[in-house]
């Protein structure tokens, strides 16, 4: 198998939300996997997927030698996340492949509170024989790591087991602590036309008689609402059966299986999982004329009273960017949100962006605004949020030359009122110290002070982005990392807009630019990517997103091999993860050496735009995105056009 191939389009997978894959199989395995799946990923047949990611730029990119130092660190990097999947099942990407004859699909299966039981049910008509060798191999493995063979029949099928003392730490599932020993289990059976291996032999037995028949409750994944009503919606737009992966995350087995229910239900990420029982989708490469074709669908039924609200969620027609959103941008994102409904559900995500044991700091922000008697005496509901309109708009660039603070981020919010917008800025903010007035080509513009000033008072920042990765213990933190998440931002209202911004020159940019720009709509890219977005027409559609996907990914890859840390170390950069979900790849510098790539205009003649739309329905939400081919008339980007 060519592992460079596999590596990226799994990477590709993991980046638009993937956490499992499809089937084409005579029983689907979502037919096998039980209700209690938490997550599910299949793949429908290895060496389609494998074909049409080679006929997609992407997979051609990856095939050039030019790349090879960096498809050969993704191998490693993968093998070192899929290493955990091999050392429960003993089962290798290269075994995989050998066997695979139809569906493959992986899944994770809730048990008991604190344990998951990993599964895999791998088609393999006409590859019996190789399926044999592959389970003698493992037979091998499992004897050398110094395990014991065992066998026993399930409903007449034959089962071989292993059990061993589990050699090297681990987390424990549930806690914090290290598991340093236990036993380890994993057990495989050959029934028809499928192999099931799993590290669990009640699980395992699940399988088998759903296979079979014989469960008496067939309360499968297949029949569980949230996963029929996911893929059901997924579907509706047709040729289905063309995607390559299929994937579905139970948000509530999730949000339970690996966690004390009491943590889950007073943590905030708890409470928002729980208002969603089930995501899910589709992807596909190289098909209908687009390089990648995603499809994703959040299940989050409501009670009625509450649909009607949700109902109400302002979708509008016109998604045209403004005339004053320049053509030379990296990301394009505009969508519609009802401010003053949604004002209490701010709390929670900003109170996010202020770090650990943050809960309740964005409400004592805004009480102290209003009552504190030497703050502004201001209410920031009625007399700040409810003057803005629904229409929300980011832009994202970068500054060359590019350093880890090269990303720029504006937000801008429209005003049904700018004069009472202005008025409650001035207010909030003219005794703030950290602020200076400044007049900026006619415009007034509220700019952070870039450093903190000796002597004054201490100000409220906005703390340090929440960790991606397990938490490490509280300790201080060094002045380099602490402040505010923009330390530099800078706020105007301007052309009917309150604009944040996280540098002033980026602001500047846009509301003052030296020489004048084309605007956005009138690109031929942002036009090509629209046109594709409206070929199906939508109701409710509350976002759109647009990316020249060229310029999204540079300064990630400029600072690889720079050998510098690929997100930046900026606060500025911190917020565009936060806020877009950033899609680059997760690289180890300190394990790559940078320098070996290729110059980046190498690189961007395989990336085309991409678009994306989000529309909210009385069932959740549906995203539809896909990424174009570099065509000619995309061959160049207005910054290289300068």
């Known amino acids: 198998m060519n592992i460079f191939r596999w590596t990226f389009i799994c990477h590709c997978a993991a980046a638009f939300g993937v956490v499992a894959v499809a089937s084409a199989a005579s029983r689907p395995s979502e037919t096998l996997f039980p209700e209690t799946t938490d997550v599910w990923f299949s793949v429908a047949n290895i060496e389609s997927l494998e074909k049409h990611w080679d006929q997609t730029q992407l997979g051609r990119l990856m095939a050039n030698p030019i790349m090879a130092p960096f498809t050969r660190h993704l191998s490693w990097q993968f093998e070192d996340e899929w290493s955990g999947i091999e050392d429960r099942l003993t089962l290798t990407l290269s075994d995989i492949r050998r066997v695979a004859g139809g569906e493959t699909a992986i899944g994770r299966i809730g048990r008991r509170p604190g344990r998951l039981a990993l599964c895999a049910v791998i088609d393999i008509s006409g590859r019996l024989s190789q399926a044999r060798r592959v389970l003698r191999e493992v037979d091998r493995r499992q004897l050398e790591r110094g395990a014991t063979r065992h066998e026993s029949e399930v409903d007449g099928h034959a089962v071989f087991g292993y059990s061993s003392v589990r050699r090297q730490p681990r987390f424990s599932a549930g806690t914090d602590a290290i598991a340093t020993g236990g036993p380890e289990t994993a057990y495989y059976c050959v029934t028809g036309d499928l192999l099931v291996a799993s590290d669990d032999l009640d699980a395992l037995k699940g399988i088998l008689n759903r296979a079979s028949g014989n469960d008496n409750k067939p309360s499968s994944l297949a029949s569980y609402v949230p996963f029929e009503t996911v893929m059901l919606r997924c579907e509706l737009g047709g040729g289905a059966d063309a995607f390559q992966i299929r994937w579905f995350l139970n948000a509530r087995a999730a949000a339970s299986g690996d966690r004390d229910a009491k943590a889950v239900g007073k943590a905030t990420v708890g409470r928002e999982i729980a208002t969603s029982r089930g995501v899910g989708g589709l992807i596909a490469f190289s098909m209908g004329g687009h390089q990648i074709s995603h499809r994703t669908a959040v299940y989050a039924p409501r009670p009625i009273k509450a649909l009607v609200t949700a109902a109400a969620l302002p979708s509008q027609p016109d998604f045209t960017p403004q005339a004053w959103v320049p053509q030379d941008i990296s990301t394009y994102t505009t ?43 201001i209410d920031v509901r009625e007399d700040l949020v409810s003057h803005l309109g629904p229409r929300v708009t980011f832009l994202t660039d970068y500054r060359e030359p590019i350093t880890t603070t090269s990303n720029r981020l504006l937000i801008a919010i429209e005003t049904k009122d700018a004069q009472a917008v202005r008025s409650a800025l001035r207010r909030l903010l003219a005794n703030d110290p950290t602020i200076r007035n400044r007049n900026e080509r006619g415009i007034a513009v509220w700019e952070l002070a870039p450093k903190k000033r000796p002597g004054l008072p201490p100000k409220i920042g906005f703390g340090d982005a929440p960790p991606l990765t397990r938490p490490e213990p509280l300790r201080k933190k060094s002045d380099k990392e602490s402040g505010r998440l923009l330390p530099e931002a800078a706020i105007t209202v301007w052309n009917g807009n309150l604009m944040i911004a996280s540098h002033v020159d980026y602001l500047l940019k846009v509301v003052a630019p030296s020489t004048k720009q084309p605007p956005l709509a009138a690109d031929p890219v942002y036009r090509l990517v629209q046109s594709e977005i409206n070929k199906s027409p939508a109701k409710g559609e509350c976002l759109q997103f647009f990316s020249r996907t060229d310029e999204e990914y540079r300064p990630t890859y400029e600072l690889v091999r720079q050998n510098e840390v690929p997100q930046g170390e900026s606060m500025a950069d911190r917020a565009i993860g936060l806020l877009f979900a950033k899609r680059h790849l997760a690289i180890k510098p300190a394990k790559f050496d940078g320098s070996r790539l290729p110059e980046y205009e190498k690189v961007r003649p395989y990336l085309g735009p991409a678009g994306l739309r989000i529309t909210r329905e009385l069932q959740g939400w549906f995203a539809e995105g896909f990424t174009l081919t570099k065509a000619p008339i995309v061959a160049t980007s207005p910054r290289q056009q300068r």
């Open 335 to 377: 969508l519609y949100v009802d401010l003053t409904r949604d004002f209490e559900a701010i709390g929670p995500a900003a109170d996010k962006l202020f770090g650990h044991d943050a809960a309740g700091t964005w409400r004592e922000i805004v009480d102290s605004l209003e009552h504190d008697p030497n703050g502004p005496r």
